[in-house]
């Protein structure tokens, strides 16, 4: 099969999975096909599928992947606070590092909005399937939903990392409070214990909390790396923690609270 061909195998496998989609045609256009398959497998509900279809969307999403540019870990410039911390700016699904964090929400199972801008979309997109049946197996066996400040690590799948973090994040409805900054530090605390642990020596922390969850940039950029810097001060295992931002509001913070102007 060529790309095309996998797209459309991909699609019409999933239509298939609901009887109201069945009849659904599928665009012409590659960027209609791209949105289509995406949208599908982010409102999937995470239930079992056949070898046959993962196989052919591994085979898909590592081709695609292919055509991306990556970032390695070790072309990142260290910054001057500390060598073992770094400031990047792009999208955090291109980092072959040995883990990436992602902002999850409590469910645990990635964000189910079609197309959703938010980190969490897009890292379960470019995963595919694997990882929201891994995580809706570990919320099972958990028996309940993830607590805020928590974290479970997981296998990467399609992504050039090794493992992801999920973390869930405070939400902010009104004013900041403490307990508030110290969940918020307790996912930069829980993550590096989980990545340690694993064996991870570097790991991608995205800004947490920031976008869907609205806490204050500034004041979540200050508590992230206050805790990492705290922790590394009795770890030794972590050899490289990346604050990875997307907005150009972001990255001027850290460049600020971090005393240094390189950032790629």
Aim: aromatic share 8%; with cysteine; proline share 3%.
């Amino acid at each position: 099969m060529n790309q095309s061909e996998r797209r459309q195998y991909l699609i019409r496998a999933l239509c298939a999975e609901r009887r109201e989609r069945r009849s659904m045609e599928i665009p012409i256009g590659k960027k209609e096909q791209d949105d289509l398959l995406r949208a599908l497998m982010n409102v999937r509900e995470p239930k079992q599928i056949s070898e046959e279809f993962l196989q052919i969307q591994d085979e898909y999403l590592q081709e695609e992947q292919s055509k991306r540019t990556l970032t390695d870990v070790s072309e990142i410039a260290s910054c001057d606070l500390d060598e073992r911390l770094a400031l990047w700016q792009g999208d955090i699904t291109t980092l072959k590092i040995d883990a990436i964090v992602n902002a999850a929400n409590s469910g645990l199972c990635g964000c189910f909005y079609p197309l959703h801008g938010c980190i969490d979309n897009i890292i379960h997109s470019h995963s595919g399937i694997q990882l929201r049946l891994y995580c809706a197996d570990l919320m099972r066996k958990q028996g309940h939903e993830e607590d805020t400040g928590q974290a479970k690590i997981t296998p990467a799948f399609n992504l050039p990392c090794k493992y992801v973090l999920h973390t869930v994040g405070p939400v902010i409805y009104g004013t900041v409070t403490k307990k508030d900054c110290d969940l918020l530090a307790n996912c930069y605390r829980f993550c590096l214990k989980l990545a340690a642990q694993s064996g991870v020596e570097s790991i991608a922390f995205c800004c947490i909390s920031t976008g869907e969850f609205h806490f204050p940039n500034e004041k979540a950029a200050e508590i992230a790396v206050r805790a990492v810097r705290e922790f590394l001060e009795t770890e030794t295992r972590i050899k490289k923690v990346v604050f990875n931002v997307f907005k150009d509001l972001d990255k001027e913070i850290y460049r600020r609270i971090l005393g240094s102007d390189r950032a790629d």
